[in-house]
């Protein structure tokens, strides 16, 4: 099967040219200015931007959360991201207390195996790692899980302490592997929590003003300091703040390996966002919506380097049933909102349309960074001779708006209700194969695989 993409404006994290791409068993096989070759199908893509497709690195498909399940599942989920021209994610698997590494990565692999329709690979939700852990965390490592998120947070679910993130950080980074942590004391933030119910403050908008920068910063700096006494990297999930990029910052202008992903949500949604009814709950996801001066300080981040990658932390639930749970007390609302239909369409409208970035910025951001980092590239992440024909064809003249109606996502808000967006996916290939055309999903579900990673950090 051959395909070719003709007249396109092929751009990269470092390219930007015009030319012709030919597809062969999956993989681009040739670049040129003009190519004559036969091929079984011939893409026109004239005036369009040819670009790598999209890698999200922070998805929860099937997510047991909160007494519920996030609403997404592995077939959803991944043509809801291939919708939005992301071609690769990589979820969550997760580690329950008491039980093995191995048995979250198996029922990991079960929940997506026969669903998705575009590439993924696991990270593992470490929640017990005790020196013993290390051959089943180095097993893990060869079979491609090679990165491992530890929390400060959501203690007796999900968080671990000191000593735990230590040894973990220190034996991943023996193996190239990579720790991952949601950076907040969530020690202290329960005991705020504690302090506002009794008060009475039970709506959504108490969920953000119970989790305040400063233990987002205190969480980072932590992280940073267990790292660099681990002699490993550290990466950062979901940062949400000027108070904790600053953190990250600073190591980084020290020589630490220090790196963060931030989300869409915390570039251009807010505080403001919860009002004061449980609409709110719309946006209670962790960490929460922030002050809108901490946008432009994020954009920054990201246009600086002091942030590498833009992941979603795509964590639906719907309103009916899921985070209705928690109307009588904000703490009870399952903590996660949609997003990974929306990243790439969201950024180049924000950062390139907006001047905030430059084109190769936001491929480097979206895709390519996030393959280095997580041990992918150049199958992933580039368009090059030999690499995945992971493509996405992208109309940037074209308006559209943002409506639960034209939306994937198995939610039922959409949370950019309205919003105006310059730049649309038309076009997305999977390994050669046409996944979006026209509006329409043309692949089979299960026809997704699992991608085996290697080493972290080849940034
Ligand atoms: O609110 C969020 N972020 N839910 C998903 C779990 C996590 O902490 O990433
Ligand atoms: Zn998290
Ligand atoms: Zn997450």
């Not at 997404?72 to 043509?79: K, L, Q, S, V």
């Not at 940073?224 to 999930?237: D, F, G, K, R, S």
């Not at 310059?422 to 026809?447: A, Q, W």
Request: charged share 25%.
């Amino acid at each position: 099967m051959k395909t070719l993409i003709k007249n396109g404006r092929i751009v990269t994290a470092v390219d930007d040219y015009f030319g012709d791409i030919l597809i062969e068993d999956e993989q681009v096989s040739v670049i040129g200015k003009t190519l004559e070759m036969e091929a079984d199908v011939i893409i026109d893509a004239s005036g369009k931007l040819v670009i790598p497709g999209g890698i999200d690195p922070h998805t929860h498909m099937e997510l047991p959360f909160g007494g519920t399940e996030s609403s997404d599942d592995f077939f959803t989920g991944t043509r809801a991201a291939a919708f939005g021209g992301t071609t690769t994610i990589i979820d969550f698997a997760v580690q329950n207390k008491g039980e093995s590494m191995l048995k979250g990565a198996d029922t990991w692999h079960a929940k997506a195996e026969g669903k998705a329709v575009i590439d993924y690979g696991f990270h593992l939700i470490t929640t017990d790692f005790e020196d013993q852990n290390k051959p089943e965390m180095f097993k893990l490592i060869d079979e491609g899980i090679t990165s491992f998120k530890l929390f400060m947070a959501y203690p007796g679910v999900f968080l671990s302490d000191d000593a735990t993130i230590y040894r973990a950080m220190s034996a991943a980074g023996e193996r190239g592997g990579l720790v991952c942590m949601h950076a907040e004391n969530g020690i202290v933030i329960n005991e705020i929590i504690k302090k506002f119910l009794a008060d009475g403050r039970t709506a959504p908008k108490y969920h953000a003003l119970t989790r305040s920068t400063i233990a987002e910063a205190e969480g980072v700096h932590r992280a940073i300091a267990l790292a660099e006494m681990a002699e490993t990297p550290v990466y950062i999930v979901h940062l949400s703040c000027t108070d904790a990029l600053n953190q990250v910052r600073q190591a980084r202008d020290r020589g630490i390996p220090a790196f963060a992903e931030t989300c869409p949500q915390y570039l251009f949604l807010s505080i403001d966002d919860y009002g004061d009814d449980f609409e709110g709950a719309k946006y209670v996801m962790t960490p929460p919506l922030r002050e809108k001066h901490n946008h432009d300080e994020l954009w920054k981040g990201l246009k600086m380097d002091d942030l590498q990658t833009i992941a979603t932390d795509h964590c639906p639930f719907c309103m009916k049933d899921q985070k209705e749970l928690g109307r009588d007390d904000f703490s009870k609302i399952p903590n996660g909102a949609p997003g990974v239909e929306y990243r790439m369409e969201l950024i180049y409208n924000g950062g390139v349309v907006e001047n905030r970035i430059s084109l190769n910025r936001f491929v480097e951001l979206t895709s390519t960074a996030a393959a280095k980092m997580f041990g992918m590239f150049p199958k992933k992440g580039a368009i090059a001779v030999g690499s995945d024909a992971d493509i996405v064809i992208f109309d940037t003249e074209k308006e559209h708006i943002f409506t639960l109606e034209a939306q994937h996502m198995n939610v039922d808000y959409c949370a950019y209700e309205g919003k105006t967006i310059k730049g649309k996916v038309e076009t997305v290939l999977s390994r050669g194969r046409v996944v979006i055309e026209n509006g329409e999903c043309l692949v089979d579900k299960g026809s997704g695989q699992f991608i085996k990673r290697g080493e972290c950090v080849k940034i």
